[in-house]
């Protein structure tokens, strides 16, 4: 791996950027894009770091990418640097010769994550390192934790709506995965869902939401959901359900009920409509010892996103744990 260095980020001053270059595959060349706010008014973008500190690298989800700047002032009122990667063929990261969102095998991304927590605790010398995952990103960071190089690197996990089972009836999560299991080893790229979602539609400004992001890097109809992809995904869920044992404590994140992504649903702004929160609570404790589970009223899908006063909860949650557990308090 090796590392451009830092340059103005998309998100604007005082937003930096750097490109880690990764392995290629057999589509060509492979970069992750690691994000952070600047710091002071320091020649260098990012200087190293006073001994002691700590650092939260936020993950993001499916058909997503980095835009919750407000994100980096909740984790400085705590002492904390914020820094965000979009994975390989995501947002930034996104090339033209990638199919947007893709991957075989979601350890392909324990790469990506090295790959940041390098820069991070060797370059930058952060001597304590949250990860923090959002949807298809909790997946990812609590899987990576489980293995070697995550257990040597990351201190605590905080898990905003991780998407641990599929949201389908028993039929589907179960019988259909296993058709899937053949499917999408023969057919990868095979088309099984597409079309827009509603949720995502209504977080933007331009659909009567609170948010401002690049629709080209999250656009509201999201990205096709394909074969080999889900494939990659369903076997990370069986994964997680034969129990990963972390030793690091784990916080998980979210809303109190479930809803239907469809625009007749009224309580859209209120639930979390792309997963069934009861799923995430059931498979919470198969994550390792310390696992402690918060669910938020009226909190949507990415509980950072929220209107108030279920954002507010949400944040509320993470300090109160960051405090107990770390003793990061404001």
Known sequence: MSATPWFPDVLGDPWVARTLELRPDERGPVVATLVTRRRGDDAAPVPPVPAGRTAVLYVHGFADYFFQAHLAQEWADHGVDLYAIDLRAYGRSLRDHQTPNYCDDLREYGEDLAAATAVLRDELGYSRLLLMGHSTGGLLVSLWAHSATGRATVDGLVLNSPWFDLNRPWFDRVVSTAVLDVVGRRARYV???????????????????????????????????????????????????????????????????????????????????????????ARAPALGRDVTVVQVEDGIHDLALSAEPARSAYFRAVSDWVGERFGLTR
Do not use: M
């Open 191 to 281: 088309v099984l869902q597409s079309g827009p979602s509603e949720y995502s539609r209504t977080l933007h400004r331009e659909g009567g939401g609170e948010w401002e992001y690049d629709l080209a890097l999250k656009p509201p109809e999201g990205f096709g959901v394909l074969a080999g992809w889900l494939r990659a995904i369903r076997a990370g869920h069986a994964r997680l359900a034969a129990g990963l044992d972390l030793d690091c404590p784990v916080l998980v994140c979210c809303s109190t009920r479930s809803g239907v992504n469809r625009p007749d649903n009224p309580d859209l702004g209120r639930v979390d409509a792309v997963l069934d929160v009861r799923h995430i609570v």
